[in-house]
């Protein structure tokens, strides 16, 4: 025992880190499952639809460097939604279908942190691009977006201001890709 620690200071000491470290622990586990879950249904989350619940789907590798999520709606129907893409195209090209699953979304950060891609050119399978989809694209120059596309993220294309000013969006007059790129001030090519 130290010199001048009676017992009972001693007791009220440890009676201060027990509980401290029981609120630790509690604290630790809440944010382990906070950051589980979050990462697992916001990353992947391409509208306010898809809820935890319906997301039962493991993440897939296709031969051209896409990474997609497979789900099946109340249908019974299968559709996949980009989540990443891995290759070192220039120019890519999303495909319509990977193994005969069409191809609906784009996941939040999908293209995030794509130092190659200067070219992004979407199929009119897609119905929606999340949040964040290409933050941080320091090459991209030009996004082709259809018509079909209903739905498109606050912060799709984020990260800093020169992004918004180096991308041309190439899309339909009257769109959404339309109604976005004027309201973020964009650059817009009209297709034929």
């Known amino acids: 025992m130290a010199a001048g620690m009676g017992k009972k200071e001693k007791r009220d000491h440890t009676l201060l880190i027990v509980p401290g470290l029981m609120i630790f622990w509690v604290t630790a586990a809440f944010s382990i499952q906070f950051l589980l879950k979050s990462q697992y249904t916001e990353r992947y989350r391409v509208t306010d639809e898809i809820e935890v619940e319906e997301?039962?789907?493991?993440?897939?590798?296709?031969?051209n460097g896409f990474e997609?999520?497979?789900?099946?709606?109340?249908?019974?129907?299968?559709?996949?939604?980009?989540?990443a893409y891995k290759g070192e195209e220039k120019v890519v090209r999303v495909p319509d279908a990977i193994e005969g699953v069409r191809v609906t979304g784009i996941g939040?950060?999908?293209?995030?942190?794509?130092d190659v891609a200067e070219k992004?050119?979407?199929p009119d399978t897609v119905e929606s691009i999340a949040d964040f989809t290409f933050g941080?694209?320091?090459?991209l120059k030009e996004i082709v977006i259809p018509a079909s596309v209903t739905s498109i993220g606050e912060y799709a294309i984020i990260e800093n201001d020169?992004?918004?000013?180096?991308?041309?969006i190439v899309t339909t007059k009257g769109?959404?890709?339309d109604e976005y790129a004027i309201e973020h001030s964009m650059k817009i090519k009209y297709m034929d």
Do not use: H, P, W
């Open 55 to 63: 997301v039962r789907a493991q993440t897939e590798d296709d031969e």
């Open 175 to 177: 769109s959404m890709a």
């Open 162 to 168: 020169n992004l918004f000013n180096q991308v041309t």
């Open 136 to 139: 941080s694209c320091s090459n």
């Open 120 to 122: 992004v050119i979407l």
């Open 68 to 83: 997609y999520y497979q789900f099946e709606n109340g249908e019974g129907e299968k559709y996949a939604i980009i989540s």
């Open 108 to 114: 939040e950060t999908a293209f995030c942190y794509n």
